[in-house]
């Protein structure tokens, strides 16, 4: 009778030992890309140059923190632009108002003459009727 899996071959040597921590001095190179979590592209809408940089590569940014300064004459001339047609647009609205007061007055003088009219006319009609007696002051 033949015993499969016995052979005359002597068992392999084990080596036990106890599990503990301890630092892995062990070093494992291994070629990796690394990137970052999350990254923005910066656009402005104005067209020019930076003037001022207030941040540096490495620097954390926060939402809504200024990171740069540009200088656009373009964006300059048309602040110039919108400030003299500001400037201008007050003197005119002023002058509106009072174009439009000017008419409310001549309106209201017309209406006061016609009521004025309306009245002397009244007083200076011919009264027709029968004397009954004169009376005298004097």
Known sequence: MALTGCTSEAPAAVQVADVRRG???????????IGARAS?????PARGTIA???VRDGDRVRKGQIVARIRSPQAEGQLRQARQASRMATPARVG????????LA???Y???TR???SITAQLNR?????????TSGL
């Open 40 to 44: 923005a592209t910066l656009r402005s």
């Open 126 to 134: 011919s009264i027709s009727g029968l004397v009954t007696g004169v």
């Open 110 to 112: 017309r209406a006061q």
């Open 96 to 103: 509106a108002q009072l174009l439009n007061a000017i008419d």
């Open 23 to 33: 630092p892995v001095t062990e070093v494992v190179e291994a070629p990796a890309t």
């Open 115 to 117: 009521a004025l009219a």
């Open 52 to 54: 001022k940089l207030y």
């Open 106 to 108: 001549r309106s209201q």
